[in-house]
């Protein structure tokens, strides 16, 4: 599972959730976390194309030491 798909299955997944709550305050809680997760997986899916193009820039970066100033 790629992790859009797991963003759009913890979506899901608070739905369910909030189906079997009694309390409208828990409800209200659990839909608005399955709407940040819904709006992380659309968000993944449109910087996909993006981190793709970056990710040798990334990778290049990543092999260097850390430098830290001296103090």
Do not use: N
């Not at 797991?6 to 608070?14: I, L, R, V």
């Not at 996909?48 to 193009?53: M, T, Y």
């Not at 990334?58 to 830290?68: D, E, G, I, N, W």
């Amino acid at each position: 599972m790629d992790r859009c798909d797991a963003y759009w299955h913890s979506a899901a997944k608070c739905v369910d959730l909030a189906r079997t709550m009694d309390s409208a305050r828990d409800r209200l809680i659990m839909l608005e976390m399955a709407l940040v997760w819904s709006r992380l997986a659309e968000f993944t899916v449109k910087i996909a194309p993006l981190s793709e193009s970056a990710r040798p820039f990334q990778t290049s970066v990543a092999k260097r030491p850390l430098a830290l100033p001296p103090g």
